[in-house]
DNA sequence: AAAAAAC
């Protein structure tokens, strides 16, 4: 059974092997395990795997096998030895880093040396660290190519090339800058092609850069959709002016754990995040208009969990792997049904169960009809959802005492914001088990658990926004600081206006 | 009325 071999059964290298098992690694997801026999003969691959299932490592590892280590015999003599060897690009700075994180914790004892190459951070360490020499570069793709037309990094011997999210990085935005740099690295390179998404025109143009690509998918023969099953989806009728009331609610029933809350724009993400704040709870904005600075260090609070609620733009909605997200809630409908699986991808991770939440208002409406007929989600047409609805209160499984009630004004117009909720997976209508305020269930984790998610009795902790004596407020540049609270309840009925 | 990616 593949299911049962060992990343050394592969012939994994006994350091990376070791490096694995360090964190809790020992057999190769499936994706792995398809991929693994193909890349290591250094074919090309087109990889497709749902979201949170281990495609970093189905290339990772590869790259980390494949690619001579100044410790290994030969090194000295390699033509082109402390250039890199292989590349991978990936479409935000945060996922090149959380990449090369992750090859770095996988490539502990095999001595090869990683960096990552991305904009919005000084020349210098990154050109000092070309200087010195390494084997294996991840970056975004327009530093990749700023410094490589500067003389400081050859790609003339990559071997490997990978493009990580390939459906995003080949798609108009990026592709005269990835076709740059593939035109950099040799002719016989092996090329590796990963994302969770794959649409048929972008194999086709994928080929044209590959040789006789192994298209390979790793879906279980039970499931013909796209979406994880452990991410339990929920959609709410929503007017705009709601929706910052609904979110609030949302995360105080949600128990503890991480969320993400996305939004299509980087004004929203800084509005919602500062609405948060003022209510009491922790969240920091991410989002292109920060400085880099500042957009690292809300992911890294949020990892730590001393915030626990990101406000995102797309900029998270790809690859970002943060373990103890339990809920994602799109805030403003995703331009896409790609964009939708990746960003309720977010949650489910790697055997974890999770929670995805999707607003809907006028704007939205038809960019969800269209994701709900492209992913076939079976959510009842929209007309339907604007007549019989559950209470809110019910649905969300709030003691209304406890929260205050919503404005006077939309509960006689529109029956409180939200009309409809649906359990998008076709189970009964509903509060399906656990609902929306479920602490998410771990399932058997490949790494180590997070304290922040152990121990939790479902639905028992106490609301965040419950009258803290400081809070915790979110400026525009994603710093957070303590401030003396204002008067007033921490949930106030206020609401704020979508412009 | 999108986001992202170099300076």
């Known amino acids: 059974m593949e299911e049962t071999r060992t ?3 592969f012939g994994i290298h006994a350091d990376i092997v070791a490096a694995l098992e360090a964190h809790k690694i020992t057999h190769p997801f499936p994706i792995q395990a398809m991929t693994l026999p193909v890349a290591l003969d250094g074919h090309d691959i087109i990889g497709q795997a749902k979201t949170g299932t281990g495609k970093t490592l189905g290339f990772g590892i590869p790259i980390l096998q494949r690619v001579t280590s100044p410790t290994d015999d030969g090194f000295a003599t390699l033509e082109g030895a402390g250039k890199p060897q292989a590349l991978a690009v990936a479409p935000t700075r945060e996922l090149a880093v959380q990449v090369a994180q992750d090859l770095t914790r996988a490539a502990a004892g095999r001595g090869i040396r990683i960096l990552t190459v991305y904009g919005g951070r000084a020349y210098e360490p990154q050109i000092d660290a070309l200087n010195a020499g390494i084997e294996v570069v991840v970056g975004t793709p327009g530093r990749l190519i700023d410094l490589a037309e500067k003389g400081h990094l050859s790609l003339a011997h990559c071997r490997i090339a990978v493009l990580d999210e390939a459906d995003e990085m080949l798609d108009l935005g990026f592709l005269p800058d990835v076709e740059k740099l593939l035109n950099m690295t040799p002719a016989g390179r092996q090329t590796m092609l990963f994302s969770a998404t794959m649409p048929g025109a972008v194999v086709a143009l994928a080929r044209s850069y590959m040789t006789q690509p192994t298209h390979i998918r790793a879906i279980s023969e039970d499931d013909s959709g ?3 099953a452990a991410v339990e989806q929920f959609v709410f009728r929503a007017h705009a002016m709601d929706k910052v009331e609904m979110l609030a609610r949302i995360m105080q029933a949600r128990g503890r754990g991480l969320s993400i809350v996305f939004t299509r724009t980087k ?5 919602v995040a500062d609405e948060l704040a003022d209510r009491g709870f922790a969240a920091a904005a991410i989002h292109g208009d920060l400085g880099q600075g500042a957009r690292e260090q809300a992911l890294r609070a949020f990892r730590n969990g001393k915030v626990d609620i990101l406000v995102a733009t797309d900029v998270a909605a790809r690859g ?10 799109n805030f403003q409908c995703p331009e896409d049904e790609k964009t939708y699986l990746h960003r309720i991808g977010r949650t489910g991770r790697a055997g974890a169960t999770g929670v995805a939440v999707t607003f809907v208002d006028w704007d939205d409406l038809h960019r969800w009809v269209q994701i709900n007929k492209a992913l076939d989600l079976g959510i ?11 209470h809110l209160f019910s649905q969300l499984d709030i003691p209304e005492g406890t929260t205050g009630s919503l404005p006077r004004s939309s509960r ?9 909720v649906e359990d998008i997976e076709g189970k009964p209508a509903g509060r399906p088990k656990g609902g929306l305020g479920n602490q998410a269930g771990r399932g058997q984790r490949k790494t180590g658990n ?3 998610s152990g121990g939790a009795n479902k639905g028992e902790s106490a609301p ?5 004596r400081t809070e915790r407020t979110t400026t525009t540049d994603g710093k957070v600081r303590r401030r003396r609270r204002r008067g007033g309840a921490a949930n106030s009925s206020k609401t704020a206006a979508e412009s």
């Open 450 to 452: 997070r304290s922040a």
């Open 320 to 329: 970002i792997d943060v373990e103890a997200v339990t809920h994602v809630v």
């Open 464 to 468: 965040r926004a419950a009258k803290p």
């Open 226 to 228: 796209q979406t994880v």
């Open 380 to 390: 009842p047409d929209p007309e339907e959802t604007y007549s019989s609805s559950p």
């Open 7 to 9: 990343f050394a059964d």
């Open 412 to 420: 006689t117009r529109a029956g409180l914001g939200a009309e409809h």
């Open 267 to 271: 004004r929203t993400a800084a509005k």
